[in-house]
């Protein structure tokens, strides 16, 4: 198993995008207890980019995948586990760090 990898937040879009460190992430601003989403960097280090629809506090009814988000953008916990499709990588985010399955 690999060793967990930090879920650094920015705040920037543009810094995130010209950084594109494994396991970052950003959210657009979007009103508490509301749908959303976060993008991130695959933390395999593949350096895919992925975006996930997030419920602050609740988990959207949708036709594709929803997350749980806890509403801490410090130390974020995500539910259930996210696989990325274009690598395979399957984990989880809790607390901010990525912990692969």
């Not at 996930?52 to 130390?75: E, M, V």
Request: aromatic share 16%; glycine share 10%.
């Amino acid at each position: 198993m690999t060793d967990p990898v930090r879920a650094i937040y920015y705040q920037d879009r543009d810094a995130f995008r010209r950084d594109q460190i494994p396991g970052s992430f950003w959210m657009p601003d979007n009103p508490a207890g509301e749908q959303g989403s976060i993008w991130f960097y695959c933390p395999c280090g593949c350096g895919a980019q992925a975006r996930l629809t997030i419920g602050d506090g609740f988990k959207p009814r949708s036709y594709h995948a929803t997350w749980c988000w806890d509403g801490n953008r410090q130390s974020p916990t995500l539910k259930p586990s996210v696989r990325q499709l274009t690598c395979g990588w399957h984990g989880w985010l809790r607390n901010g760090y990525w912990e692969a399955c």
